[in-house]
């Protein structure tokens, strides 16, 4: 009996980060916590590797691997590379932090690697078996996260909602997949795709399990109705496990979209286009709205991101290569932003002291006027005003919904955005208007400095120069096509 070698080169960053993340495991079994940096430093090490990979081993064609399970191609190298970006600056973001905490340990930095990994098996999935995999990978690792500090009421509430609403988004999830697999006797994603096109199977069983699907891929995204979860553990959570669940996951999530519906059930178009649209419509309603009787700063941001996955699905509802390109390059964008605005939370949050209130930003630009500028520009690409980048997503993604005709659907997001500038903008009157309530100077290293920084300052240059980006994440999905 001949068993078929695989071809293992196509996953050859997936098999280095799990060598890694178990090398690192192991390595940090054996340091003294006064020597914690070097668990840090080989989980950079890794994420710098696996991005070298990358970019070494990209191809402009697509290869399948592990009996078709596996796809790589352009869009899944574009989005492993937003992934590993993404991650390695939330470390450097997250140390101070942690440090302040006790929660500099081993285990942050390992599931933080198995988290990618996760992420990375749903961003090359080609089966609902490896889709759903990575995204349990993924999940499991967070859960585990959420709860670290193990001493916090609150993080454990968090992370025992987030773990029970996990479980039932999953089954949903499972349960809608086995009625697909039902219907077209494959759980493979070009399978199912050429059994829709040719018109077989049962297209009743295929639209209830594309309702489980939808529901189910709505709680990973945190979109409305299923986004109750989102400001509870944004909440709870400690400040840098939140800016991993708001950041990296949503490309992965994004993924998760384009392999089931674009690829799997692009044929089903006007069924879930529908569903998403009441989504989409619902989370930009309820995300805007509720942000402005917020006072904590991560709830604000929790309900901000349920808005902007509103926005995200207006690219992918549109279901044209533009509309798909368009939403690459928003869930980018967010991520970008993301990332910035949770940097200053940890950049002002100290020992004993969250910095998740409206009112600890009051008077910044007397105190830190750099970094208040910097924040200025991440509330005004948060609201999409130009020239920052914020700006040029939302007009992507409504330019891809408006190319389908649904003109009223983007003059009702445009309305929602001007609405949800108000709590962006209250930042900045709070920064620039009021008298500070807090003298506290401000000590960071030398690198957070300078990467948040250029994470501020890029949202204004890729505002100013946005072609390369769209052109790229344009590119990249008109190759995996």
Known sequence: MNIPIPDFAPAATEIFLLCAACTVLLVDLFLRDDRRWITEALSQITLVVCAIILVTTAKTGTAYTFSVMFVDDAMADALKLMIVLAVSVLLVYSRRYLQARDMYRGEFYTLTLFSVLGMMVMVSANHFI???????????SLYAMIALQRDSAVATEAAMKYFILGALASGMLLYGMSMVYGATGSLQVTDIANVIARGEGSRTVLVFGLVFIVAGLGFKL????????????????????????????????????????????????????????????????????????????????????????????????????????????YVAVYVLMNLGTFGMILLLSRQGFEADQLDDYRGLAKREPWYAFLMLLLMFSMAGVPPTVGFYAKFSVLAAVVSVDLVWLAVFAVVMSLIGAFYYLRIVKLMYFDAPVDETPVHIGADMRAVLSLNGLAVLVLGLLPQPLMAWCMLAIQRSM
């Open 130 to 140: 490896t889709l759903y995999l990575g995204l349990e990978l993924l999940s499991l």
């Open 222 to 329: 945190g979109v409305v109705p299923f986004h109750m979860w989102v400001p509870d553990v944004y909440h709870g959570a400690p400040s840098a496990v939140t800016l991993l669940i708001s950041s990296a996951p949503k490309i992965a999530a994004f993924a998760f979209f384009m392999r089931i519906l674009g690829e799997a059930l692009q044929g089903l178009a006007p069924d879930w286009r529908s569903m998403l649209i009441v989504m989409a419509v619902l989370s930009i309603a309820l995300g805007n709205i509720a942000a402005i009787a917020q006072t904590n700063l991560k709830r604000m941001l929790a309900y901000s991101s349920i808005s902007h996955m509103g926005f995200l699905l207006l690219g992918i509802l549109a279901g044209t290569s533009l509309g798909f390109g368009a939403s690459m390059f």
